[in-house]
């Protein structure tokens, strides 16, 4: 997390995440959603298809993060963001 906050991300992680996303991280209206893979650990069929539905369903961009040895980092794109929309807020007034 510290390369995505280094680079202007502002990012949360899922603490021994055995959940679909490890990582989430947001900068200027992009959205990425990590899963965090180390040594020869792969990521299921099912986990993966899990993984894509997440990524939609926040129209954010997907990766797949490895670590190989001596902490190299190899990076994997699921899905790309469609397009930048800003989240609508919806604000009730409260009439007096």
């Known amino acids: 997390m510290r390369k995505l906050r280094n680079d202007g991300w502002v990012c949360s992680r899922s603490a021994m995440s055995h959940g679909p996303v490890d990582v ?19 990521m299921k069929k099912l986990e993966l298809e899990t993984f894509k539905i997440w990524a939609d369903q926040f129209n954010a961009s997907a990766e797949i993060w490895y670590y190989k040895k001596r902490g190299k980092l190899q990076r994997h794109s ?7 929309q800003p989240l609508a807020i919806s604000v009730r007034q409260n009439s007096l």
């Open 24 to 42: 989430f991280a947001a900068k200027s209206g992009k959205i990425l959603l990590i899963q965090v893979k180390s040594g020869s650990s792969r």
């Open 78 to 84: 699921v899905r790309k963001q469609l397009m930048e």
